[in-house]
T-cell receptor
Framework: GQQVMQIPQYQHVQEGEDFTTYCNSS?????IQWYKQRPGGHPVFLIQ?????EVKKQKRLTFQFGEAKKNSSLHITATQTTDVGTYFC?????????????FGQGTILTVHP | EAGVAQSPRYKIIEKRQSVAFWCNPI?????LYWYQQILGQGPKLLIQ????????DSQLPKDRFSAERLKGVDSTLKIQPAKLEDSAVYLC?????????????FGPGTRLTVT
């Protein structure tokens, strides 16, 4: 079955430093999504990437989808304490999967003030 | 717009007991998902419904887990009998079909502890 690997597993940064998490799929994807889960909370949708090489920005967050549509990254510029949480990529293989997502194991981000 | 509702929020049971979880998706969302999230891992899909039909249950341990969505709205997930390794958060999510977005909306989850 489809495998989604996410690295690093943990990232500790000082407030103001940048942060990047990477996601790699064993298969070509239809689209990829990113979710954020605060401690004790549930996953919350951040963005969906569909096109090869796509780059999207949300304020300090930059999302990229690889040219081969098998990898993706999330970059946060100048982290803030509000960025604390676990960031998951979620891969959709398309076809008849009806939007089935395979989640990576997540990157836990801690930000020291 | 009301979000995805789940109950109970917490449940503690002994192994070999049974337990049921309830989910009410966002109104109009035809697709409903149940996930199992073990501490420190990403959500793992257990079962996916499209209206009241099962689309994917390939990762559902069918010897002990069952789920239904009889009227295409609410859904229940049952575990019988529970094992220690079933301790996890059970998340329900829903999605609006017929759009270009595959965004899933998650409920708050039910935290199950099996002792």
């Amino acid at each position: 079955g489809q495998q989604v690997m996410q690295i690093p597993q943990y990232q500790h940064v000082q407030e103001g430093e940048d942060f990047t998490t990477y996601c790699n799929s064993s298969t070509t994807l239809s689209n990829i999504q990113w979710y954020k889960q605060r401690p004790g909370g549930h996953p919350v949708f951040l963005i969906q990437l569909v096109k090869s090489g796509e780059v999207k920005k949300q304020k300090r967050l930059t999302f990229q989808f690889g040219e081969a549509k098998k990898n993706s990254s999330l970059h946060i510029t100048a982290t803030q304490t509000t960025d604390v949480g676990t960031y998951f990529c979620a891969a959709n293989a398309g076809g008849t999967s009806y939007g089935k997502l395979t989640f990576g194991q997540g990157t836990i981000l801690t930000v020291h003030p | 717009e009301a979000g995805v509702a789940q109950s109970p929020r917490y449940k503690i049971i002994e192994k070999r007991q049974s337990v049921a979880f309830w989910c009410n998706p966002i109104s109009g969302h035809a697709t409903l998902y149940w996930y199992q999230q073990i501490l420190g891992q990403g959500p793992k899909l257990l079962i996916q419904f499209q209206n009241n039909g099962v689309v994917d249950d390939s990762q559902l341990p069918k010897d002990r887990f069952s789920a239904e969505r009889l009227k295409g709205v609410d859904s229940t997930l049952k575990i019988q009998p529970a094992k220690l390794e079933d301790s996890a958060v059970y998340l329900c999510a829903s999605r609006l079909t017929g759009t270009a977005s595959y965004e899933q909306y998650f409920g708050p989850g039910t935290r199950l502890t099996v002792t």
